[in-house]
């Protein structure tokens, strides 16, 4: 397989700068050249630990591991359902899923079998009390409304992408008091009121370092304070796990203290990387990924001038590849500050995954246009490159689709994460712990 050196950067989590100083030290070897571009055979990059990694994977035992037992679960902030989609695929039942959304809540609805749409709080409330739930439930209003008690006993797991806000510190402790009035404080609510013997908790990459760590630090307080075990949390790369791609996620696992206390933590594994990086040709095109070319949709588009001064950078270029003066005027005031800016302007490879897909494909400060053409992506290429399979239907107006599509876990990461959390349950219940 040959990678380029921008791709090779992504795998290292190293700037393409360091490529091309280290390719002028001797220290890697390209296998062709093309300006300056370089390219290179990964079978030669063993002495990579990430790449022996890739080349020396499981990944193909660990996807075909189904569940034991039916395992029921109940899913937080849901959105379009990438999180839902991946966990459901690997082998979770969703009997509840929270969204707030009307249009999200009716994604859901479209595509969930069987799903019955709850937009009422006495409703929903009055659902959960039943003993048994037969169908899964779309609970369509806010979350802090909700009463999760009549869940407790009756679910296996939980999960959900909470997100990253700053919490109203109140004392020296920084635990679940602190997150008072923050969707994680809701979060957590529910992992009190349900206590699943296991939660998956996902966020951005950000949340590592949020005010310095300590938002994270008041996390990890408040689940030892609710009675749980943290797994030590785990930035996952998308294109490591067949997602044409550059998305970093943060994944947070917790496993009930009465459990965790009898057990090695190492049950637990992260999910291995596939041996391939996939690209924007393999998540628009038949191949590997889809069966199909990616089917026509409706999608945005650029004003004339635009598509004009877009048709003259090249494909994986942006702004700087355009000549001085149509950098001025497409830049404007931006042409005179510093930093890179390299979203401006920006034209997808299909030799390449994908950058991370924002909530709009037409933003100034974080473009995707289209390969070849000089428009962004339509929103069923957008969801290929988030791997939503082509029969899931999107709900709402053309901006409110985009939004939740860039807001989605994509699927086959998902997926993969709930691979590795089956394993987890399926050892727990040959053990006996369940």
Same mark, same amino acid.
């Given at each position: ?200 908790? %996902?966020?951005? !990459? &950000?949340?590592?370092?949020?005010? /310095? #760590? *300590? =938002? ?8 030892? @304070? ?102 001025? %005027?497409?830049? !404007? &005031?931006?042409?005179?500050?510093? /930093? #890179? *800016? =390299? ?8 030799? @390449? ?82």
């Amino acid at each position: 397989m040959i990678i380029s050196d921008s791709v090779l950067a992504d795998i290292l989590s190293i700037s393409k700068r360091n490529i091309a100083s280290r390719i002028s030290k001797g220290e890697l070897t390209p296998c062709s050249s093309d300006g300056d571009n370089h390219f290179f055979t990964i079978n030669k990059l063993v002495t990579h630990k990430v790449i022996a990694e890739m080349l020396n994977s499981d990944w193909k035992s660990e996807i075909t591991i189904r569940p034991c037992r039916e395992f029921k679960s109940v899913e937080l902030f849901a959105g379009a359902g990438g999180l839902a989609i991946g966990l459901e695929n690997a082998g979770f039942k969703h009997i509840a899923l929270n969204e707030l959304d009307k249009s999200a809540s009716r994604t859901l609805k479209s595509n969930i079998s069987g799903a019955e749409l709850l937009e009422n709080i006495e409703d929903i409330n009055s659902q959960l009390i039943n003993a048994s739930i037969e169908k899964p439930l779309i609970l369509n209003n806010d979350i802090s409304q909700i009463d999760f008690k009549p869940l407790k006993d009756k679910v296996d797991f939980l999960s959900g992408g909470f997100p990253c806000q700053a919490f109203s510190y109140a004392g020296n402790k920084h635990g679940f008091e602190d997150t008072r009035g923050t969707l994680f404080f809701e979060f957590a609510r529910a992992i009190k009121e349900i206590q699943p013997t296991v939660f998956l908790g %996902e966020n951005v !990459k &950000g949340l590592l370092n949020h005010e /310095g #760590g *300590k =938002t994270l630090d008041t996390i990890k307080n408040t689940i030892e @304070e609710l009675g749980y075990t943290l797994i030590p949390p785990k930035v996952l790369k998308a294109i490591f796990y067949r997602v044409p791609q550059k998305r970093e996620r943060l994944f947070l696992v917790g496993i009930k203290n009465e459990i965790a206390e009898k057990i090695d933590l190492n049950l637990f594994k992260w999910p291995s990387p596939c041996e391939k990086i996939y690209t924007v040709k393999d998540g628009l095109k038949a191949g590997e990924l889809f069966d199909t070319d990616v089917p026509a949709s409706e999608g945005q588009s650029y004003p004339l001038r635009k598509q004009q001064i877009m048709k003259k950078v090249p494909q994986g270029g942006y702004w700087r590849n355009l000549d001085d003066d149509l950098q001025q %005027e497409y830049m !404007k &005031g931006s042409y005179y500050l510093g /930093g #890179g *800016k =390299t979203g401006m302007a920006r034209r997808l490879s299909w030799d @390449e995954p994908s950058l991370t897909l924002t909530t709009s494909p037409a933003q100034k400060q974080t473009e995707r246009c289209h390969p070849d053409e000089e428009r962004p992506l339509t929103y069923r290429e957008y969801a290929r490159i988030q791997t939503f399979p082509d029969t899931w239907k999107f709900e709402g107006s053309l901006t409110n689709q985009y939004k939740q599509i860039g807001n989605a876990v994509p699927v086959n990461l998902a997926e993969r994460v709930g691979n590795s959390l089956i394993s987890l349950f399926n050892e727990l219940e040959s053990l006996s712990y369940l």
